[in-house]
């Protein structure tokens, strides 16, 4: 069975190297739609795959990092990432472009870590992350699966070339998530008990 939950966030960034001069060579922001898509053949005992109300601490947390920040590609120009960083509280830099497709790949992989390191207590088995689907705008989309969060093809991502700027960090319920996540420590939602 598969279950999703919507999230949704208001984003700038610049896409270089892409065809339109307007997207590769300017700021621009989008109103995202971030949908995320659990998939177990079980029940817990509330007989869900996995409870809705979960989602709204750690995953909801992350994925709101990026709202109202400037994601950032650490392959672009020095001097464009100092300043841009000098004039912003909320900036991400991630190893890859943030282009819809990338979003849904590094989502992904945030989605699969915070999953990864949740304690489970009420009975949840075998809660798998099937894919993220970015919708970067009203009628076009990026829907990204495992294979592809994974792929050398389509550049790597190592969690730890991530960098969520303090400030996003300080509003997280947990200051230690991050940390927590990449070092695999468990977390425990305060939800569950």
Known sequence: MIIRKLFKFENAHIVRDCSTIRCSRNIHGHSYKVEVLLESNYLDNGQMVYDFGLTKLYIKEIIDGFDHAI??????????????????LRWIELPVSPSAEQFSRVIFLLVERVLECSVMV????????????????????????????????????????????KDIQNEWSDKELWNKLLNRE???NPKMV
């Open 71 to 88: 994601t950032l590609w650490s392959g672009d120009s020095r001097e464009y990432i100092e300043d841009i960083k000098k004039h912003s």
């Open 186 to 188: 468990k977390i425990i």
């Open 122 to 165: 009420n009975g949840e088995r075998d809660v798998k992350l099937h894919s993220i689907i970015v919708h970067e705008t009203d009628t076009g989309y990026a829907q990204g699966f495992r294979e592809d969060a994974y792929s050398k093809l389509m550049g790597e991502i190592d969690l730890k070339n991530i960098i969520f700027s």
